[in-house]
């Protein structure tokens, strides 16, 4: 019998898990931590067995195949030693493939993931199409996989998902972009972190298609040196030589397939610079995947993003309040800004992750009225843009982050929570600070 061991109890382990054990494999989880209550109750119901608080070697060893967590970096010790003795050790997403028929859209860059994969999700659902939605936003592959499969399964991958991919090959790919980001898993070199996100491609041949930003440098760097052979698919926000998807006359244009498709940037539901990037990867691979082209514009017209990316969350006094908690490195915060031409009330800070502000300068100056720096650790922000933004204050309450905003602003502003931070200094994650923004906005409104 199969033995496949699960590094990890989290989203990604407990799909893989059940999907493993419904396959008929002898399962074994092991978290470094604690297994929730819920979980262990569901392992001993199916009679897989688990440990937590430790890793033992010797149970791990006699796996044919281990499954880790996408947290877990392959230079872990205990990676390294099952990996010496000639155990694979894959993603959740690359077992999961072996138990789907689908063909994969897979979208990966350092911004923009999220809101492209749900769009893409949104246009092919909208259309009638037989798909799902998986990868880092959702429930994992795998555990969808224990009740159903489709046609299509459109898969949000990071760079930590993709080191662990072997035989993955998605039918389409996008690479958004790439900028500096969790440098510290590359050695601190960006063309590590280039390179991983680009062996998404590794596997796909001529009839496979890669839609790509050909603005990024980055990213035509990192094809110099690509295994895979896609049909390649350009994009720009203005039309190049070869670009197959472009901006003009504020209409989206498409030229793909044998077909040409243009529609009015004024009738889609996301904004700024960055969305139009994504919008024009998410129309290609919808009209590649073989969505009607003519219901790609009304569902442009309906989409709902996720939560705490671009979030308008109330008006008070004729400012708005939007929720980008997402926002959590400079180039992602860079497009928040850019994305309103109002004057802007911005809330930042957090856990500097070795950010350079001096990016967002152009971005800030004669735009940004009030900056309110929300963390533990404010002085770099308050040294980065002091003489450039006109008031700089700091608080470690998000509660009076919002308060001094409506204070400060006026009829017209907008008071954006863009952090450019991660957020573990005040908060448990991004969302958890993107929820306690949008509580405190909520009852400021319910008091004015």
């Known amino acids: ?12 382990g407990f799909g893989a898990a059940l999907l493993a054990h419904k396959h008929g494999h002898r ?24 440990e937590e608080d430790q890793h033992s070697l010797n149970i791990l ?43 994969v859209i897979a979208i990966t860059g350092t911004n923009g993931k999220t809101t492209t994969t749900l769009l893409i999700y949104h246009l092919m659902k909208s259309a009638g199409m037989d798909v799902g939605l998986a990868g880092n936003v959702g429930q994992s592959w795998a555990l ?5 499969d489709y046609s299509w399964w459109v898969l949000e991958v990071s760079s930590f998902q993709i080191e662990g991919f072997v035989n993955l090959k998605p039918t389409i790919a996008i690479l958004l972009n790439i900028t500096p980001d969790h440098l510290d898993r590359y050695q601190y070199k960006l063309e590590k972190y280039a390179a991983a996100k680009m062996k998404l491609t590794d596997k796909m041949v001529e009839g496979d298609h890669l839609i790509f930003y050909e603005s990024d440098q980055n ?25 197959k998807g472009y901006i003009q006359n504020n209409e989206l244009h498409l030229g793909l397939a044998g077909t040409e498709w243009s529609w009015p940037t004024s009738e889609m539901v996301l904004h700024g610079e960055h969305n139009l990037i994504n919008t024009l990867a998410a129309t290609s691979a919808a009209i590649l995947a073989g969505t009607a082209i003519e219901e790609i514009g009304p569902a442009l017209k309906s989409f709902v993003n996720a939560s705490h990316r671009m979030e308008e969350v109330a008006e008070i006094k004729g400012i708005k309040f939007i929720n980008d908690s997402k926002g959590t490195n400079v180039d992602a915060t860079a497009f928040a800004l850019s994305a309103f031409q109002e004057p802007l009330i911005w809330i930042a800070g957090g856990v500097d992750k070795g950010n350079d502000y001096s990016l967002l300068d152009d971005k800030v100056i004669d735009h940004v009225k009030v900056l309110i720096c929300l963390g533990k650790e404010n002085e770099k922000l308050k040294i980065a843009f002091s003489g450039k933004i006109p008031v700089i204050l700091s608080t470690e309450d998000i509660r009076e982050a919002v308060q001094w905003a409506s204070d400060h602003g006026t009829s017209g502003d907008v008071a954006l929570l863009s952090p450019a931070c991660a957020s573990f200094d005040l908060f448990k994650n991004y969302e958890d600070r993107g929820d306690q923004f949008k509580e405190a906005v909520i009852r400021l409104k319910d008091k004015n």
């Open 61 to 103: 060893l006699d796996a044919q195949t281990v499954v880790k967590s996408p947290g877990i970096p392959y230079e872990a010790s205990i990676v390294v030693q099952l990996l010496a003795a000639g155990i694979a050790v894959i993603d959740e997403l690359e077992f999961a493939q072996r138990f789907s028929k689908g063909k």
């Open 27 to 50: 399962v074994f989880v092991s978290d470094a931590g604690k297994i929730k209550a819920e979980k262990k109750n569901v392992f001993l119901e199916k009679d897989i067995a688990f």
């Open 1 to 12: 019998m199969q033995k496949t061991v699960i590094l990890g109890s989290g989203e990604s």
């Open 144 to 148: 969808q996989l224990v009740e159903k």
């Open 219 to 243: 990213i035509l760097n990192a094809m110099e040196n690509r295994i895979g052979q896609p049909n390649l698919i350009p994009i720009a926000l203005e039309e190049q030589t070869l670009t």
